[in-house]
């Protein structure tokens, strides 16, 4: 059985948009911690360091799903790149431990951007197969 190809971009392209959606999510949430802490210590309750882990394990699966099938296509590396260097640095800042700070903010917004940045450069590439693709159809 064959899978439409309108089919397989719908579904690139909503793995891409919940990827670059759970990253902003979780640099809201780092960020919002380490502010928050900051002036409300008794919120410690959403710096919970399982919270942390299901955020990047979330941002991992997606990511997976997303951006091989989407290099398979493309076979650009830039995405997988992006994604590779900003879950690096999120696990790096979670295995050793960063404490909610201005430093681990800086790292959470650099990997977070890294991630969104290698979804949205993963929908432009693939956008641009399908174009050269319709173009060769006659």
Do not use: K
């Amino acid at each position: 059985m064959t899978v439409p190809a309108h089919s397989s971009d719908a579904q690139h392209r909503s793995l891409d948009i919940v990827g670059a959606t759970a990253s902003f999510v979780c640099a809201v949430h780092c960020a919002g911690v380490t502010l928050l802490l900051g002036v409300a210590p008794a919120l410690e309750i959403v710096a919970q360091p399982w919270l942390d882990w299901l955020f990047l394990s979330a941002s991992m699966l997606v990511g997976l799903l997303a951006l091989v099938p989407g290099y398979r296509q493309h076979r650009r590396p830039l995405p997988l790149a992006l994604f590779t260097g900003g879950i690096a640095i999120l696990l790096i800042t979670r295995l050793l431990h960063v404490p909610p700070s201005m430093l681990e903010l800086s790292l959470v917004l650099v990997a977070a951007s890294a991630l969104i940045t290698a979804h949205w450069h993963n929908q432009r590439e693939l956008r641009s197969c399908r174009h050269a693709s319709d173009s060769l159809t006659p």
